[in-house]
């Protein structure tokens, strides 16, 4: 059987590739998880966290390596006060990207001769 091939025509304007609204929240939503789950893997490192969390749950404590313990502690509140401009940063450049290549589609998109063109 002889089937059909569209012929891509001159006179047809291809739509841009948008993306959409929601996977922009998508994208947000798995930035902003990734660094929740990064800042809940060191708050658990953190010895005064663990032991709380053992008490409420009736478990007994680890003995605990006070440098281990403090570097841990250090470096989650180094987490905690630079993870919300991170992921903004992070955030406003995954944007950024997204905005600079929707707009490279609609450049190719656009026809060369536009002072000839007919509105």
Do not use: C
Not at 28 to 43: D, K
Not at 80 to 90: E, I, N, Q, R
């Amino acid at each position: 059987m002889n089937q059909h091939k569209p012929v891509d025509s001159p006179f047809l304007v291809r739509q841009p590739v948008r993306i959409g609204f929601g996977t922009m929240m998508i994208l947000l939503f798995m930035v902003v998880s990734a660094g929740v789950g990064l800042l809940l893997y060191y708050a658990m490192r953190v010895p005064a966290i663990t032991s709380e969390i053992n008490a409420w749950l009736g478990r007994p404590n680890a003995p605990i390596d006070h440098a281990e313990g403090r570097r841990a502690q250090v470096i989650f509140a180094l987490f905690v006060y630079t993870a919300p401009l991170a992921l903004g940063m992070l955030v406003y450049a995954m944007h950024f990207v997204v905005n600079w290549v929707d707009r490279l589609s609609r450049q190719s998109q656009q026809p060369e001769d536009e002072q000839f063109r007919m509105d």
